[in-house]
């Protein structure tokens, strides 16, 4: 049985035995351990999760590909697989009591943002995330304030956890191959928030100021906060979204909190 890609799914599967020794190197998968694979695809990298007698779920939206996993891993107890989209998916209910699920997953370009933050609404069941993105994608996870590949996904990437690009993935270690670098991300979830904020009033100021980047954060932010309230913080209003941190956004987050 073989299974073609489909590009309404955005599938393009994992045929690489060098980028799956690398992925596996780099993740330390144990039996002790519970672990959930989002979009499985063929299994590339599921077969070797399993040989590991990790506890294992893998969610799939592909029926077709569910009856192909179904079928591939008929025998394998320590497996179970979910028929479902996983930007719906309840995580947190696939962790035990006092467990904390270790999740990887090759996404699918087009969801991979709301998905990350669907997956972080539920970081307190989460020890550590393991994806492969479109590089570009990973690339702004990752940056730092002052780089133009820093925008609202960082920020708020930063609020959740600790992002690490581990390695590049060429574009021909897929089937079909697709027209963009991938990369290789590690995400941990901060045990304690690095600064004490709202995190809806953060993203809300953070998604306006990030709106219109090319401005500076005094016009930007005109319709959340004053100018002088913007300078009374320390931070410069004339200063771009983009040369803006994480505890700086947290400040005006917190001021306009106090303000209404």
Known sequence: MSHKARKRF????????????????????????HWVEI???QGALTEPLLKTGATLDIVELDRDLVVFLKEKFSLQENLTIHS?????????ALAKTNEKLRIIGNLPYNISTPLLFHLLANADSIADMHFMLQ??????????????????????????C????????????????????????????HSKPPVDVDVTVLNTVVTHAFSQRRKTIRNSLKKLLE???????DINPKARAEEINLEEFAKLANFLVDKT
């Open 135 to 160: 590089k570009e994608v990973v690339d702004r996870i990752c940056a730092s304030a002052g780089n133009k590949k820093y925008g609202r996904l960082t920020v708020m990437m930063q609020y959740y």
């Open 227 to 233: 100018e002088t309230e913007i300078e009374a913080l």
């Open 84 to 92: 479902g989209d996983a930007l719906n998916f309840d995580f947190q």
């Open 39 to 41: 979009g499985p695809g």
């Open 162 to 189: 600790h992002s690490e690009h581990l390695f590049d993935v060429p574009p021909e270690s897929f089937d079909p191959i697709p027209k963009v670098m991938s990369a290789i991300v590690r995400c941990v979830p």
């Open 10 to 33: 955005g599938q393009n599967f994992l045929q690489d035995h060098n980028i799956i020794y690398q992925i596996l190197a780099h993740i330390h998968a144990n039996k002790d351990q």
